[in-house]
């Protein structure tokens, strides 16, 4: 099934359930393309089951890579670790689901990481105050 205006074809359905908006064919494994774009004011992106979410990075179990081994990942890759490199973006695309999860954990690990440091700042106040005490007390 074809659409058009001006003898121009605009949109194509397919046998096998794919549209194509353009001129460019449907990639594989996939249902719909839009040449040029789609501007939208709301995409909602459904998951599958909750495992697809980063909310694992809140369990006791997980293990918070140490700062030191993501500066030294970064220096190696010029990228975060599990984030896909701007190379990788160009040849494969990226999905928006995956991404937002994956962007996601690294704010919830971010945000781990300075609870860490806010509790060892603590700390140290703690202890420069009884130092201090004990220095303004000689």
Avoid: C
Avoid at 1 to 23: A, C, K, P, S
Avoid at 50 to 77: G, M
Avoid at 118 to 131: A, D, G, P
């Amino acid at each position: 099934l074809t659409l058009g205006t001006n003898n121009i074809v605009r949109m194509t359905l397919f046998n096998n359930g794919t549209i194509l908006m353009g001129n460019t064919a449907t990639p594989a494994g996939y249902r719909l393309y839009v040449e040029t774009g789609i501007l939208t004011e709301k995409i909602k992106v459904a998951l599958k089951s909750s495992a697809n979410w980063a909310d694992y990075v809140f369990a006791d179990d997980y293990q918070l890579q140490p700062l030191t081994e993501v500066e030294k990942y970064i220096r190696e890759h010029k990228h975060l670790p599990g984030v896909p490199s701007a190379d990788d973006v160009v040849k494969e695309g990226l999905d928006l689901a995956t991404m937002d999860a994956k962007l996601l954990e690294k704010i919830e690990e971010l945000t781990l990481h300075m609870i860490q440091l806010e509790k060892e700042v603590n700390n140290l106040k703690e202890k420069n105050e009884v130092l201090t005490e004990q220095l303004n007390s000689k």
